[in-house]
């Protein structure tokens, strides 16, 4: 077997120097963004975006907002308007601080994930272990299973939804948090078998951070993320931030504005006590999209990628929903889930959308970007609940509209290229013995290379002969594309995939006639 194998080593080799391929001719460059000018149309919709926001603070009565467009982890645009406090009439500007409320909890998620990759949290270990108060819980069912680190993770603990309540925790002290697990806490659900909402879960993942580091949980946040990542301007109190550039919080009463009692840090700080600008808030939204294409290179200080990514993958399902918006008259299917500390969905308009809002007395915040296109957008409000979540869908809209808001090109591989090559030329004049070099073993197998050769020959006749490549190849991933061969009065649409090998070899070809008019590219699952 040994020389079986080295025997097969040899081949590649020689196959891989005849034809021109690297040895490692599988591997592929990241994905690219193909339009150099994407920055300059994306600025083309920002004197609309601020129309946009200006209307939004006006209709909705908030006294101070703050934005920005966030691209290639870059702050584009930023501005701010209105008021950070009403009675002396201050105004708000872009270093200006706001409580960001449920945001925070991508703070502590990524906390989490820091002392898990450095080998001191498990996620699938019951949360008990680091948390002793826990082990006490009594749970709602004989087979139900010990909360995990995920279950927190992903609100899928078992706890009921908690946003009206967990809104008054942030005062809560560790012996409060530690005195109320011990009294026991009701369930809404089994662990591990449904998505809700949970505060309280988030509290406990502050409580891990603090034991396992052996350090506060504002200490270690200020520390371990803030601090490297540069975000001066963020904290967990508001007493740190500087009376000339606080933002105070409002609410809307018989048609005044009444100032909210500014919240406390404490054992809720976790899932809701962070403040930050809008400057600030922007690298936190730049190292997220950072994360984005899995490549080579040089790694966050804070975070390696893998994990950022995991952050913005689903780790539980929340229900779908289908929205119909009445002036458009279109229907808009939304699916997705929870990853860790994040929200994330899938849309027609936008693909995938990793999102958090964030709303507590006086505040309303919300942070979205879209992964493959290398865009993001956050907004500040100093008004209780402000409903950013339409408009900075609209925003995302009108960077769309620029026709730049595209995702980065998936790029070949050497291999897929080499592979393109040879399958071109069979196409022109087929030769079985290079069909043989380019065939993965299962080709053959499921249709017979005389067979195709005259499936093909037949195609190539009937568009005329003398076909040749004929503008891009388009790639769906490193080791699958299409493209078109133009013939002397018909086009041939040919597609390749290749195998999980080493060397990699087509495994699926499909070649067939084109229509006037018709174009490559992948068919469309959903519309806008």
């Known amino acids: 077997m040994r020389r079986c194998r080295a025997c097969l080593s040899a081949l590649f080799t020689a196959l891989t120097a005849a034809h021109g391929l690297p040895a490692q001719s599988s591997l592929a460059p990241p994905p690219t963004f193909a339009d150099p000018e994407r920055v300059a149309k994306f600025t083309r919709a920002l004197p609309r975006i601020d129309s946009l926001m200006a209307d939004f603070a006006a209709r909705n009565r908030v006294p101070g907002i703050a934005y920005g467009v966030i691209v290639d982890g870059t702050l584009l645009h930023v501005r701010a308007l209105g008021l950070r406090e009403v009675p002396t009439r201050a ?160 609410r809307v009463r018989d048609g005044e504005w009444i100032e909210e009692a500014p919240l406390p840090d404490g054992s809720f700080g976790a899932m809701g006590g962070m403040l930050t600008s809008a400057a600030d808030l922007s690298r936190w939204v730049a190292l997220m999209l950072d994360a984005w294409p899995p490549r080579d290179g040089a790694e966050s200080s804070v975070l390696r990628r893998s994990s950022l990514r995991e952050m913005q993958q689903v780790g539980r399902m929340r229900p779908t929903t289908v929205a119909r918006d009445a002036a458009a008259e279109t229907l808009s299917l939304n699916a997705g889930g929870y990853g860790y500390g994040l929200g994330l969905t899938q849309t027609c308009a936008f693909g995938q959308v990793i999102a958090h809002s964030g709303g507590l007395p006086g505040f309303g915040s919300m942070m979205r970007w879209l992964p493959e296109y290398g865009v993001g957008i956050i907004a500040l409000g100093n008004r209780t609940y402000t409903p950013w979540g339409g408009t900075v869908d609209q925003a995302l809209a009108m960077l769309a509209e620029t026709g730049a808001l595209q995702p980065r090109v998936p790029q070949p591989s050497p291999v897929l290229l080499a592979m393109r090559a040879q399958v071109s030329q069979l196409v022109q004049s087929w030769d079985q013995s290079l069909a043989d070099q380019t065939a993965a073993m299962n080709l053959f197998l499921d249709e017979p290379g005389p067979r195709r050769a005259a499936a093909i020959a037949q195609l190539r006749d009937a568009a005329g002969g003398q076909c040749r490549n004929d503008g891009p190849f388009v790639v769906e991933n490193a080791l699958r594309g299409q493209w078109r061969m133009q013939c002397a009065t018909g086009a041939l649409r040919v597609g390749i995939t290749l195998a999980p090998t080493e060397p990699a070899r087509v495994q699926q070809l499909t070649v067939t006639a084109m229509r006037e008019g018709e174009r490559l590219g992948a068919v469309a699952t959903c519309r806008p």
């Open 91 to 250: 105004v708000v500007d872009t270093s200006s601080v706001f409580r960001i409320a449920s945001m925070t909890k991508s703070f502590t998620a990524l906390a989490i994930l820091q002392l898990r990759d450095a080998g001191r949290i498990a996620l699938d270990t019951p949360a008990e272990t680091y948390v002793p108060e826990l082990a006490g819980l009594r749970y709602p069912t004989s087979d139900a299973p010990r909360i995990t680190v995920r279950h927190l993770l992903t609100h899928s603990a078992g706890f009921p939804e908690d946003n009206p309540w967990g809104d008054q925790q942030l005062a809560a002290t560790d012996d409060d948090l530690a005195r109320m697990l011990r009294t026991g806490v009701p369930f809404s659900n089994a662990p591990g078998v449904a998505y809700e909402y949970s505060n309280l879960g988030f509290a406990l993942l502050g409580r891990i951070v603090q034991n396992v580091s052996g350090m506060p949980y504002a200490r270690y946040i200020q520390e371990r993320v803030l601090r490297p990542l540069g975000m001066t301007s963020t904290t967990m109190e508001a007493r740190d931030v500087p009376a000339n550039r606080l933002a105070h919080g409002y």
